[in-house]
C-alpha cells in the first residue's frame, strides 16, 4: 500500500468522527456504570497516545463542571488520590505497559475504577475474579489513532454516568453535527 492509499484510509477514519460519537452512547458496559456512593470529585485517566487525548480533550470541560480531570501516561499513581477520585485506564489494544502497571498499582484501592479498551490484558484485568471492575468495550478493528471517537465518547459517556460531568453524554449529537 503506498502512502497515498494510506492517507485516504486515515481520512475515511477521520471522517467517521461524528458518527463514532453518535454511536458511542451505545458501547457495550455503559450500562452498567453507576454512581458511586460518594460523588466523584477528581477523575484520573491512565493512557498513552490516542488512548489518552480523551482526557485532554475532556479536562476543560471537567473543570468547568468542577472536577479536576488529570491524563497520566506514566506507569503507576500519584499520591493524590482519594476515594472519590474515579480511576480510567484507557488502552484500546489494552496492551499499554504503563496503563496496565496503573491498573494493577489501583488493585484493592478504594476508587471507582474503570477501563475503557478493545480487550487484551487490561480487558482481562476488568473483567478478572480477583477484583474486577467495569470495563466499556471499544470496537475493535480501527488503528489505535483512529478510535478518537469511541474513546471520546466512552470517557464523555462514563463521566456522566459516574455523575462527574452529568448531562455531557447528551451533548455528544451535538458535538457531533459541529
Known amino acids: 500500500m503506498g502512502p497515498e492509499a494510506g492517507l485516504a484510509i486515515m481520512l475515511d477514519h ?6 463514532q460519537l453518535e454511536g458511542a452512547a451505545r458501547l457495550p458496559g455503559l450500562e452498567r456504570l453507576r ?14 497516545g ?3 487525548i480523551a482526557g485532554d480533550l475532556l479536562a476543560p470541560v471537567a473543570e468547568r463542571a468542577g472536577v479536576r480531570l488529570a491524563v497520566r501516561r506514566e ?4 499520591g493524590w488520590l482519594d476515594e472519590r477520585t474515579l480511576l480510567v485506564f484507557s488502552s484500546y489494544s489494552g496492551r499499554s505497559d504503563e496503563t ?5 498499582a489501583a488493585a484493592g484501592r478504594p476508587n471507582p475504577r474503570l477501563a475503557i479498551t478493545t480487550g487484551g490484558p487490561l480487558g482481562e484485568l476488568a473483567d478478572g475474579r480477583a477484583d ?5 468495550s471499544l470496537p475493535p478493528g480501527l488503528p489505535p489513532r483512529a478510535a ?11 463521566l456522566d454516568r459516574f455523575g462527574a460531568v452529568p448531562g455531557l453524554a ?5 458535538a457531533a453535527a459541529t
Open 14 to 19: 477521520v471522517r467517521a468522527l461524528p458518527a
Open 35 to 48: 454512581p458511586p456512593a460518594q460523588p466523584v470529585r477528581d477523575v484520573l485517566v491512565c493512557g498513552m
Open 50 to 52: 490516542g488512548s489518552a
Open 75 to 78: 506507569p503507576g499513581l500519584p
Open 100 to 104: 496496565l502497571a496503573a491498573a494493577r
Open 132 to 136: 474486577p471492575f467495569p470495563r466499556i
Open 148 to 158: 478518537l471517537g469511541p474513546s471520546l465518547g466512552a470517557l464523555a459517556c462514563a
Open 170 to 174: 447528551a451533548e455528544l449529537p451535538a
